[in-house]
């Protein structure tokens, strides 16, 4: 699964008993708890976090012979595409008012950060806890699926209105097609 490079390392130590439980509902565990057999992201996250290229991938192994995909379904992922495209955001903020509880969704063409990144951003009022929620562009309302093309990676304190999210490029691709691979023979 595609996520935030912050969400797998932070301040150089990758995180630990890294797990992904799908569905989760105050406590209830519908589809399982997948632990990650391995934690990716972009070499310059991994060396130096470099906000422009804060993007992982987290690999978990199979439960029961299916995989999270076969269980819970999945996305599609889209690299390199044009900037300034109609783009829904989502995640699970935990910061206030919000309190982690529900899938929250912000919607709106992608502007570039003309401040300090590389990224793009986005109108969303989403707060912390959103981290790693996927950016999805040609969203279906109908059946929920898109194309993850960023992720939610941060905000400037200055401008709360104002979501970021790194640009999907080669990098991101590498670190996709690397957790593809992960694990097989």
């Not at 509902?25 to 470099?50: C, H, I, K, V």
């Not at 029961?64 to 992922?77: D, N, P």
Request: net charge negative; aromatic share 14%; glycine share 16%.
């Amino acid at each position: 699964m595609i996520t935030a490079g912050h969400c797998v390392k932070l301040n150089g130590a990758f995180h630990a008993n890294w797990v992904f439980v799908p569905g989760y509902d105050q406590g209830d565990r519908p589809d399982g708890t997948w632990p990650a057999t391995t934690l990716l992201t972009t070499s310059q996250w991994n060396s130096g976090e470099n906000m422009n290229y804060d993007i992982a991938a987290a690999v978990v192994a199979p439960q029961g012979g299916r995989s999270l995909t076969e269980v819970v379904g999945g996305q599609g992922v889209a690299f390199n595409q044009p900037r300034g495209r109609q783009t829904y955001a989502f995640g699970y903020p935990a910061g206030a008012p919000y309190d982690g509880s529900r899938l929250v969704y912000c919607s709106g063409r992608t502007f570039d950060d003309y401040l300090s990144s590389e990224d793009q951003g986005l109108s969303c009022g989403m707060t912390g806890g959103s981290s790693g929620g996927p950016w999805l562009l040609n969203f279906n309302q109908s059946t929920g699926g898109g194309m993850v093309n960023s992720v939610n990676s941060f905000k400037y304190n200055f401008a709360p209105s104002w979501m970021f999210g790194p640009y999907f490029g080669a990098e991101a691709e590498a670190v996709y097609n690397t957790a593809q691979n992960t694990g097989l023979s």
